[in-house]
C-alpha cells in the first residue's frame, strides 16, 4: 500500500508541473489559467512532499504543523478566482481579488517564524494552538471558497439557459463534481481538528482516497482548460451579441413589460414562428438567433418567455424538440429509426440533454414512451 501511494505521489509530481508549464503559455483563457496553472504548480509541492516524507528522505513539520506551506489559503482562492474568471463573475482587470492571498502570506509568515524559533523539546501549549488555528482555519477558509465556486458555476449554467438551446452540461458537470469532492476532501481533513483536537501526522485510508479522487478530478479539469477550452466561451459569446446584458441572472422584467396587445402580437407571432419554420431543429439556436428572426429584442423575447410561457430559452426550445420527438415517435414512417437518431434530426446534438429533457416533459424515458406506444 505505501509502495502504491508513494508512485501516485511521484506520478501526481510529474504529472502536475507538466500541467503547470503547458497551462502557463495557453492561449485562450489565459488570466483564468494563470490560477489553475498556481494550483497545480503547489499540487505539485504537496505531492513531491508527500512523497518524499512517505520515503523518509525528510522529516515531518513540527508536531503542530502539518506543513511550512499553507497549502489551503492557496488552493481555495486560485480556484475561486478561476472559476470567477471563467463565468464572467468579476472584472479581468481588478485588483482587489489578489487581496483573497493575503491570508496566505501571512499564514506563510507565521509558519516559517514558529518552525525556526519553537524548534525545541518543550513548545509553549499556546503555539500549538495557534498552529491548529492556522490549519483549521486554512481549510475552512478553503472550503468556503470551494461552496462561492460551487455557487458561481450554478448560477453561470443558470445564465447559459437564458440565451442557449444547448449547453455542454456534461462538461461543466464534471466541474461541479471536482467541486463537490474537494469539498468533502476539505471536510474529512478537517475533522479531525474538532474531533481530537491535534494534528494527525499519519494519513488515514480515507484521507488518501479522499486526496487521491480530488486530485484526479482536479487533473481532469486541467485537461479540459488546455484540450477544450471553448467550454466557458459561450460567456464571451453573450458578452459580444448581448452588450446592454448585464449579467445579472434574471432580467428585471416588470421594467421590459410592453403595452398588453403588444405582448399578445408578439406571443401570437412567436408561437406561429415556432410551428411554421421549425427554428429548434438548428442545433446552435440563440436567444440572438430568435430575437433577429422574430425583430423582437433579447430582452423583450427574455421577458415574453418567462412572464407568458413560464420557461427560460433553454426549456422553450427543447420542449418544441421533444414534442417533435413525440410526433415522430408515433408516426410509423419511423419505426424504423433509432431513438437517438431521431432525437439528432429533431433539434438535439447531446444524448445526455435529450435524455434529461424528455424525461422532464414525459415523465418518461424515451425507450419507455415508445413502449408504452407499442402496447
Given amino acids: 500500500m505505501r509502495g502504491i501511494f508513494e508512485t501516485i505521489c511521484l506520478f501526481g509530481t510529474i504529472q502536475a508541473l507538466f500541467l503547470f508549464f503547458v497551462l502557463l503559455v495557453k492561449k485562450n483563457n489565459r488570466i483564468a489559467n494563470r490560477y489553475l496553472a498556481l494550483i497545480m504548480f503547489f499540487t505539485a509541492l504537496d505531492m513531491l512532499e508527500l512523497y518524499l516524507g512517505s520515503r523518509g528522505l525528510i522529516g515531518p513539520a513540527r508536531p503542530y504543523q502539518l ?15 478561476y472559476i470567477a474568471l471563467l463565468t464572467a463573475r468579476i472584472n479581468i482587470s481588478s485588483k482587489k481579488y489578489l487581496l483573497l492571498y493575503v491570508p496566505f502570506i501571512t499564514a506563510l509568515g507565521v509558519n516559517i517564524i514558529l518552525f525556526y524559533t519553537f524548534n525545541t523539546p518543550q513548545i509553549p501549549e499556546i503555539i500549538i494552538y495557534a498552529n491548529i488555528l492556522i490549519n483549521g482555519g486554512g481549510l475552512f477558509f478553503e472550503a468556503i471558497l470551494y461552496i462561492l465556486s460551487l455557487v458561481i458555476l450554478q448560477k453561470y449554467i443558470g445564465r447559459l439557459k437564458d440565451y442557449f438551446s444547448d449547453i455542454d452540461t456534461m462538461k461543466l458537470s464534471l466541474f461541479r463534481v471536482v467541486l463537490v469532492v474537494l469539498i468533502l476532501t476539505v471536510i474529512l481533513i478537517f475533522l479531525p481538528y474538532t474531533r481530537e483536537n491535534h494534528i494527525r501526522q499519519n494519513l488515514e485510508l480515507y484521507d488518501v482516497i479522499a ?14 482548460a488546455i484540450l477544450q477550452p471553448e467550454i466557458f466561451n459561450r460567456i464571451h459569446i453573450i458578452e459580444n451579441t448581448i452588450p446592454n446584458d448585464r449579467m445579472v441572472s434574471q432580467p428585471k422584467y416588470e421594467k421590459l413589460r410592453l403595452p398588453a396587445f403588444k405582448e399578445e402580437y408578439y406571443v401570437k407571432k412567436l408561437q406561429e414562428f415556432m410551428i411554421k419554420e421549425k427554428p429548434y431543429l438548428r442545433e446552435e439556436l440563440t436567444l440572438q438567433d430568435l430575437s433577429d428572426e422574430l425583430s423582437l429584442s433579447t430582452h423583450h423575447l427574455s ?16 420542449s418544441y424538440r421533444v414534442d417533435e420527438v413525440k410526433q415522430k415517435l408515433i408516426n410509423a414512417d419511423y419505426n424504423d429509426q433509432n431513438i437517438l437518431t431521431i432525437a439528432y434530426n429533431s433539434g438535439f446534438n447531446s444524448k445526455s440533454t435529450f435524455n434529461t429533457m424528455f424525461k422532464k416533459f414525459t415523465g418518461k424515458t424515451p425507450k419507455e414512451y415508445r413502449t408504452n406506444l407499442s402496447d
Fill in 67 to 81: 506543513s511550512i506551506i499553507p497549502y489551503s489559503f492557496i488552493f481555495g482562492p486560485s480556484m475561486f478566482l
Fill in 211 to 224: 486526496i487521491l479522487s480530488g486530485l484526479g478530478l482536479l487533473f481532469g479539469i486541467a485537461f479540459i
Fill in 303 to 318: 421577458m415574453i418567455l418567462n412572464i407568458h410561457f413560464k420557461q427560460n430559452f433553454y426549456n422553450f426550445i427543447n
